[in-house]
């Protein structure tokens, strides 16, 4: 099977920032030799506990603490950036770390009302989504002749783009630009049948890909025994539901945190984390299994929004250990070599 890591940089119970992305480079180590084939950070603003707010800066920083897994962004929110500074990022990384790269896109904020408004994000951005990826596709291209403004480095990289989505609307640009898809099922499990079809249904082969090729995300919680996986599941639910409520809620305090579970806010955070393996390394690897079998995914993108390093990393370790057959798994361009 093909795995690839999201990592979200999570902080928090006394996990610094400077320890979370030294961590995510460890865990990036452990997972380029478990056979994992990206490692991609998600573009989050003003979230305490989730600091990848730079994908371009700590996808630089994973490949320089690897040799061969891919790294980038699951992904850039474009509508936050002009494309020519996106280029000019991932062509230098490209550049860098030629053939290692992926430019994942999306065209939510990241972030909350008042943040957008503090990166002076236009209204209408994310109407502008489509030309933008397009534009992007131009720059990462080959020279233009007559061109006034280029990419530099970036021209000429073709850093391969992915369309990342939770709803049908990414599904249908991906399938009308035939690039790859990467359906965040993670946190937004909805439509993610519905995009699948879709996205296969109306693909148009391009220059970029020649068959559909789609990525799936999903919660992973595998430990060496079933309750200490259920006990990181339920951590991380209560993270959800504590962060959605709004409402800064001690840990210790079970009353008000159960309170919170129960609530629609909590029902909500349980709906979110709906695609998500738990349990032993074998019962995990089963689930994440039928998860690809039954979403049609060619890939499949492993989360796991908990701060102890430790029980990613061992996390990581046991899917792999029951899933990944080939350690020198490569995952190239669009598609995926084993």
Do not use: C
Request: glycine fraction near 8%; aromatic fraction near 6%.
């Amino acid at each position: 099977m093909r795995l690839s890591v999201l990592d979200l940089a999570t902080a928090g119970g006394g996990v610094t920032p400077r320890d979370a992305l030294l961590g995510s480079a460890e865990l990036a180590r452990h997972a380029e030799r478990w056979g994992y084939g990206r490692y991609w950070f998600s573009e989050h603003h003003n979230m305490p506990s989730i600091v990848s707010s730079t994908p371009a800066v700590l996808a630089g920083f994973i490949a320089s603490h690897t040799e061969r897994i891919r790294v980038g962004s699951g992904g850039v929110m474009l509508p936050n950036h002009s494309p020519l500074v996106i280029a000019e990022q991932y062509g230098t990384l490209a550049t860098l770390y030629p053939g290692r790269v992926d430019l994942g896109l999306g065209r939510a904020p990241g972030t909350d009302f008042e943040t957008v408004q503090a990166m002076r994000r236009s209204p209408d951005a994310s109407e502008r989504f489509p030309q933008d990826v397009q534009e992007l596709q131009r720059l990462l291209g080959p020279a233009r002749p007559g061109a006034t403004v280029r990419a530099i480095p970036g021209e000429g990289t073709e850093v391969p783009l992915y369309i990342l989505g939770s709803s049908l609307f990414g599904a249908g640009l991906a399938a009308h630009l035939g690039l790859p898809y990467a359906f965040a099922s993670h946190f937004a499990p909805a439509e993610l049948l519905n995009a699948a079809r879709l996205y296969r249904a109306e693909f148009r082969p391009s220059e970029a890909l020649e068959e559909p090729y789609m990525i799936a995300s999903m919660n992973v919680f595998a430990a060496d025994t079933d309750d200490e996986a259920q006990l990181l599941h339920a951590t991380a639910l209560e993270k959800m539901a504590r962060a959605l409520s709004g409402r800064s809620v001690d840990r210790s305090d079970r009353a008000e945190t159960e309170a919170i579970l129960r609530s629609p806010v909590g029902r909500h955070a349980q709906q979110m984390l709906h695609f998500s393996a738990v349990g032993d390394a074998d019962a995990a690897a089963q689930q994440v299994s039928a998860f690809a079998e039954a979403s049609g995914a060619d890939e499949v993108m492993v989360a796991m929004n908990v701060a102890d390093l430790s029980a990613r990393i061992r996390s990581y370790e046991l899917l792999a250990s029951v899933l990944v057959q080939d350690e020198a798994q490569t995952v190239v361009g669009g598609a995926a070599a084993d």
